[in-house]
């Protein structure tokens, strides 16, 4: 095996982890989420709104991707850009 092979067999139980929490407090963490955009957004005077409003998003979205996978069923197709 090599050392991704490795890398990838011990962080095997983290991601599933990563997962099991994200699918018990993914409301939680969109919460987080948009508010720490919500502030960065207030720090930066909107010079960026259209970057944090696509990170958030996006982020979002890996959030639900992530407590899909442990639910059993298929996680949702990626937004189209």
């Given amino acids: 095996m090599g050392f991704l092979d490795n890398l990838k067999a011990k962080l095997a139980p983290a991601k599933e982890k ?27 005077k909107g010079k960026y709104s259209d970057k944090i409003v696509s990170g958030t998003q996006k982020a979002k979205d890996a959030v639900d991707r992530l407590g899909s996978k442990n639910e059993g069923g298929t996680p949702p197709p990626p937004p189209a850009s």
């Fill in 18 to 44: 990563v997962g099991d929490l994200a699918q018990q407090h993914g409301d939680k963490i969109d919460q987080g989420l948009d508010r720490a955009a919500r502030t960065v957004d207030e720090r930066t």
